[in-house]
């Protein structure tokens, strides 16, 4: 099983500030890399996949990057709505698996 | 996008089977891959499995020989068993349709906790 670890584990950003998410994988998967966003008592929103192709919807703002084992989502110029907790999830290799998640906080 | 909403008893006692039934609208369940997900309390995700319109699944080997995945195209739902749960089986469910170029999740239902207890 890939196992899926991002960093930091909480992230405190001013409003208007940039911040930038990193995810690890323990194997190479590739660009077979998702992100998600979920607000308190939410389900999750797909924000990126294969890496770095936006999800229908999702501002510009938000961008991914990275292929191999090495991942990292930033978001440009913080909006009020965007604090939550980011979780990053790997598709290349089954069973699918997830990370623990980044809280981003103000 | 389509809308999905999770059904089922939200307690269930220890070594019995936890039922769920998803439903989906807006949409036709045919043509996708429609996966259920779990969420313990203040943990992180966890993919249970997959199943095709068709019937296939796949499963998680964590949890495959207690989970049963089922679809019924009439009604637009499929259904998620998972045997003898423990207290560890305690989370939120939730349902999601996978995406048609790989196993991300586009769409996702609302979520419903599962709480065992006795």
């Given at each position: 099983?890939?196992?899926?670890?991002?960093?930091?584990?909480?992230?405190?950003?001013?409003?208007?500030?940039?911040?930038?998410?990193?995810?690890?994988?323990?194997?190479?998967?590739?660009?077979?890399?998702?992100?998600?966003?979920?607000k308190l008592g939410q389900a999750p929103r797909l924000l990126i996949y294969g890496a770095s192709t936006?999800?229908?919807?999702?501002?510009?703002?938000?961008?991914?990057?990275g292929s191999g084992t090495e991942f990292t989502l930033t978001i440009s110029s913080l909006q009020s709505e965007d604090f939550a907790v980011y979780s990053c999830q790997q598709y290349d290799n089954w069973p699918y698996t997830f990370g623990q998640g980044t809280k981003l906080e103000i | 996008?389509?809308?999905?909403?999770?059904?089922?008893?939200?307690?269930?006692?220890?070594?019995?089977?936890?039922?769920?039934?998803?439903?989906?609208?807006?949409?036709?369940?045919?043509?996708?891959?429609?996966?259920?997900?779990?969420?313990?309390?203040?943990?992180?995700?966890?993919?249970?499995?997959?199943?095709y319109y068709r019937g296939t699944t796949n499963y998680s080997p964590s949890l495959e020989t207690r989970v049963t995945m089922s679809v019924d195209t009439s009604k637009n739902?499929?259904?998620?068993k998972l045997s003898s749960v423990t207290a560890a089986d305690t989370a939120v469910y939730y349902c999601a349709r996978r995406g048609l170029s790989g196993t991300y999740f586009i769409d996702w239902g609302q979520g419903a906790l599962v709480t065992v207890s006795s």
């Amino acid at each position: 099983e890939i196992v899926m670890t991002q960093s930091p584990v909480t992230l405190s950003v001013s409003p208007g500030e940039r911040a930038t998410l990193s995810c690890r994988a323990s194997q190479r998967v590739f660009s077979s890399l998702a992100w998600y966003q979920q607000k308190l008592g939410q389900a999750p929103r797909l924000l990126i996949y294969g890496a770095s192709t936006r999800a229908t919807g999702i501002p510009a703002r938000f961008s991914g990057s990275g292929s191999g084992t090495e991942f990292t989502l930033t978001i440009s110029s913080l909006q009020s709505e965007d604090f939550a907790v980011y979780s990053c999830q790997q598709y290349d290799n089954w069973p699918y698996t997830f990370g623990q998640g980044t809280k981003l906080e103000i | 996008q389509v809308q999905l909403q999770e059904s089922g008893p939200g307690l269930v006692k220890p070594s019995e089977t936890l039922s769920l039934t998803c439903t989906v609208s807006g949409g036709s369940i045919s043509g996708y891959y429609w996966t259920w997900i779990r969420q313990p309390p203040g943990k992180g995700l966890e993919w249970i499995g997959n199943i095709y319109y068709r019937g296939t699944t796949n499963y998680s080997p964590s949890l495959e020989t207690r989970v049963t995945m089922s679809v019924d195209t009439s009604k637009n739902q499929f259904s998620l068993k998972l045997s003898s749960v423990t207290a560890a089986d305690t989370a939120v469910y939730y349902c999601a349709r996978r995406g048609l170029s790989g196993t991300y999740f586009i769409d996702w239902g609302q979520g419903a906790l599962v709480t065992v207890s006795s």
